[in-house]
């Protein structure tokens, strides 16, 4: 930063492009500057500071009475750069200018004034999803600050109720997420400090074998979809086709008839007014109708809006091994309907997850295990993307600290900021606990079990930036020790923050049912981590989506009605521009696959560090998912993502590896197994040699059905 007394500097306002005037800052000139010598590969300090001196003494001269505006001082920077025969360093700052001018006008057609300084498409997706409209639903009426600031204020109201310092807490939560450290799930962000309220992304119905309980389910399941919410869904109870109906002497229909009900309606509904609707469907591997629950995806214009996983208990596993055969069993009767072939079932199951990206495994007996509230009954489904196992009417309410803002400089070298990250972590657990009082739920049976267990899920994102920052690759022993540690550093401060609002609020009411009982005096929340996709959240905080890889370091993003923006992972070229190999021709090679393996040019340890999901293998995503599940009390979202030559033997193996590791669920998606996809990376025929993804794209599934 540039040492001038501002005493000495006669410039002493700055006018800004909204009008507004500020305070002038002479580093600000200096950054600037700075950027543009870097981009030019001149590093020389000296130079910088002389170029901004005379920049400044060039403003004093021709504005002496005056208050000059941002174009004005930009104007003199230029002039001063090639006066001073720095006419690459002066290019490179007008492109940077001409760059941050075409951003600012894209901003100024989604009419969002962006107070923040955030990217391009988060304004697009803050626009399209969260910012409130004026009563026609035609103009946004508020801007990201007051964004935070409505969230902060509604969710510190339910200090109240505990007769604590409101107004402390809603400083401390809209500082969290003005400096973009931790955000909660869509719906908090959408639906606090406004008429409908309802603040949970998880929830989980119950489905029994009656036509009153189940279009009950379905009733249900469009209220909270149209809140806002997900859901997820296990028909394992539900008598298979054909079996008897005693009531009219007919035949059942089956599972798979009201699951396309369940879809349609789905379909009918937006959530919140917002986005479409997502599910998740589950049925168990001994169900009778298990093969036509497997192959329910082969036609890719069925069950659109649900992800479709097939409960399996260790035993099964055990028998695919051992090449045994089990029992078919009608969940009416309790009786075996069928005996079959463990080992044809699981080869069933990788065949379709090979071909369409479904269905996944949920690991029941695994999920059981660490079921806090075992005492309530067995969990059998979960959220959309499966990392909240939940009881029937349970919901859950996610957030997720960014790691890139966990990050300090100590002793000349990057590394985690733990005390930091230990306080935002209390901050965080102390908000998603309040969100329990204060949301509106869509039903009294949800308000009722979830105001009992409390469960809270934070989690985070930027992981990939994170390893990144600290020269860690992502597919490394080292990496999946540092998952580890942080992890389990993360849920033990959570729930040391959740002890101690109990202390002062109580514990969940049925804290004396749980496993905790024993090992605590007093609990908040029956579980307290989450690993979610985050999805838009990430691409609000500008950062990587939960725990996923890069999916692409540089590419085209579609922003605003078909127009594309190169988006070039910004840590890749601050280290690209630093080390002297940045240019504009490789960023373009790099933007034709995202990846840099096959790129000449750029350094060997940089390339092992900025490793995109395509270029890891198989299980080392596998891994990276089992080392945070050991130490996170729900469940993790992370989808191992596949080349489109991956083998069915290579499936077989993740989800084999999976279950040993002890992961709750696994998901595949083998590139180009869908029609449509929110991601391209010139893979297939006839695909444009280009990297591209989708304004909401933030990494993992790269497909249209899972939008969290």
Known sequence: MIKIPIKKIKIKKVKKRDGSIVNFDPSKIFNAIKKAFIATEEKDG????????????????RFPRKIPSVEDIQDIVEETLIKNGFARVAKAYILYRHERAQIRKAKKILGVKDDLKLSLNAIKVLKSRYLLKDKEGKYIIETPTQLFKRVAKAIAQADKLYKENSQRSEEEFFNLMKNLEFLPNSPTLMNAGTNLGQLSACFVLPVDDSIEEIFDALKYMAIIHKSGGGTGFSFSKLRPK???????????????????????????????????????????????????????????????????????????????????????INPRTGKPTKEIKAKEVFDFIILNAWQTGDPGLVFIDEINRKNPLPALGKIEATNPCGEQPLLPYESCNLGSINLVKMIKFEKEKLEIDWNKLKKTIKVAVHFLDNVIDVNKYPLIQIEKITKANRKIG??????????AILGIPYNSKKALTLAKKLMKFITFEARKASVELAKKRGSF??????????????????????????????????????????????FSR???????FLEVNNLFEVIAKSKGFYSEDLIREIAKTGSLANIEGIPPDIKKIFVTAFDIDPLDHVRMQAAFQKYTDNAVAKTV????????????????????LKCKGITI??????????????????????????????????VTYCPY
């Not at 934070?458 to 390893?467: F, N, P």
């Not at 180009?672 to 695909?687: C, D, I, R």
């Open 46 to 61: 000296k130079k910088i500071k002389e170029v901004t001196e005379q920049v400044i003494k060039n403003l004093e001269k």
């Open 458 to 467: 934070l989690g985070i994102m930027g992981w990939a930036e994170l390893l």
């Open 509 to 554: 009411p049925n804290f004396e049912k749980s496993i905790w009982k024993s090992k605590f005096r007093f609990l908040r929340n029956a579980s307290c981590t989450t690993i979610a996709p985050t999805g838009t959240i990430s691409i609000i905080a500008g950062c990587s989506s939960g725990i996923e890889p890069f999916f692409a370091i540089a």
């Open 641 to 660: 993502n596949l080349a489109p030559y991956a083998t069915l033997e290579d499936v077989r193996n993740v989800y084999f590896t999976a279950w040993k």
């Open 669 to 702: 998606y083998r590139y180009g197994s869908k029609p449509a996809q929110v991601l391209s990376l010139g893979m297939l025929p006839g695909e444009e040699k280009i990297a591209i993804a989708e304004s909401e794209y933030a990494g993992g599934c790269p």
């Open 558 to 564: 579609v922003v605003l009605e078909g127009t594309r």
């Open 242 to 328: 054909g079996d008897l109906v005693r009531s009219t002497k007919g035949q059942a229909s089956g599972p798979l008839s009201f699951m396309e009900i369940f879809d349609k309606a789905t379909s009918v509904i937006k959530q919140g007014g917002k986005r479409r609707g997502a599910n998740m469907g589950i049925l168990n591997f001994n169900h009778p109708d298990i093969l036509d629950f497997i192959k329910a995806k082969s036609d890719p214009n069925a069950f659109t809006n649900f992800n479709l996983s097939v409960a399996v208990t260790d035993e099964f596993m055990k028998r695919v091994l051992a090449d045994l055969s089990y029992q078919l």
